[in-house]
């Protein structure tokens, strides 16, 4: 099992300085890299407070500043908003300005409101479509004198310049969760990223099976599959209970944004009141600190072990989750300190 760490600028209200946020997302991606982790991954959202991420390249180049061995990846660029040849030659850039530590996750995106504003009247099954088309094109961009002809992309013979440090360009992984999506992303020789969200060991097997069931199907190597999770390794009892509150905070702004039908104001979403966060039963502290990666050392330890026993190669620490910085990083110490040497 190898591990990364999944991050962001969360900004929950106008009175904190956007240099500060970035200051302490740069200090995470240090402990990251620090501590032996393999990767960490950012991913791009639009006019959101609720996560900073305007372009991910743009991060990844400036962690590389700060960082010496971690592999750098996006998690995940929204395909629709990317013509394949600025993806393809963006990506080879900034895998040139890194010395070859890109990665890149590719999605269709998740959010009707980067798609109302960005590219208005697109949905997800189209911006899916938009993403099957976009991510063959990228390492024939690389490979140069790529020309297509497709439902939503043409362009005659191209090159991407620059080319990528990387022989064959940066590895893609596909963010999937149905079964066509699985089969899309093996049967083209990418890895995969599952998100399971608040949905626990049930959803975690069940992606775990489309993801063989893809392999079974496919007559070349098997790709990897990475684990994405919200994670918090606590000291006792009451700092797990308030970790399942914050995350059962997180998780209601986190289903409104998704829902799209709260006003919107300086990027921020209106605030839920204690009892629109209560209401969810889906949400329920009690539940996500069951479902979610959660416990003390020695029980998150036990939990990545049933994953690794089903069959995932990587487990990315999501640490989004509108906890103080503090709490952050002491999770994550605990993280790297007490669990990830039981998987050395």
């Known amino acids: ?32 890299d620090e501590g032996g982790m393999r990767a960490v991954w950012t991913g791009e959202h639009h006019g959101m407070e609720f996560t900073i991420a305007p372009n991910p390249f743009l991060s990844l180049v400036d962690i590389a500043h700060h960082t010496k061995t971690l592999r750098l990846g996006t998690g995940t660029v929204i395909a629709p908003f990317w013509h394949p040849i600025k993806l393809a ?19 269709r995106g998740a959010y009707s409101y980067e798609y ?55 590895p893609i992984w596909i963010a999937a969760r149905d ?8 049967h083209n020789g990418f890895n995969i990223q599952v998100t399971p969200l608040w949905m626990g060991m049930e959803e975690i097997t069940s992606l775990m099976e489309r993801f063989s069931a893809a392999c079974a199907t496919h007559a070349g190597p ?11 390794v606590g000291t006792d009892d009451d700092d797990l209970e308030r ?21 919107v104001s300086q990027g921020l979403i209106a605030p839920l009141s204690e009892a629109e966060i209560a209401g969810n039963p ?7 600190m069951r479902d979610l990666t959660i416990g003390t050392a020695q029980q998150v330890i036990d939990r990545i072990r049933a ?25 994550m110490a605990r993280f790297i300190d007490e669990v990830m040497p039981a998987f050395a």
């Open 307 to 331: 994953y690794e026993d089903l069959g995932y190669d990587e487990f990315s620490l999501w640490i989004d989750s509108g906890m103080s910085i503090e709490r952050k990083r002491a999770s």
């Open 1 to 32: 099992m190898e591990f990364s760490l999944f991050a962001h600028m969360e900004r929950l209200d106008v009175d904190e300085p956007h240099a500060k946020l970035y200051e302490d997302f740069l200090g995470l991606c240090r402990m990251a």
């Open 243 to 263: 970790a399942g509150r914050e995350l059962s905070r997180y998780y209601g702004y986190f289903g409104a944004w998704f829902q799209n039908k709260r006003p």
């Open 89 to 107: 030659g963006e990506a080879a850039a900034a895998d040139l300005m890194t010395g070859g530590r890109i990665e890149i996750g590719i999605a």
């Open 116 to 170: 109302e504003r960005l590219m208005p009247g697109l949905d997800a099954w189209t911006a899916g479509q938009r993403m099957r088309e976009t991510a063959p094109l990228l390492r024939r961009l690389w490979a140069g004198d790529c020309a297509h002809e497709g439902d939503f992309y043409s362009f005659p013979a191209t090159t991407s310049a620059p080319k990528p440090v990387q022989d064959g360009g940066p």
């Open 222 to 232: 098997r790709p990897k599959i990475m684990l994405l999770h919200h994670t918090y």
């Open 282 to 288: 889906l949400y329920a502290p009690e539940k996500l």
């Open 179 to 186: 079964p066509n999506s699985h089969e899309f992303g093996v």
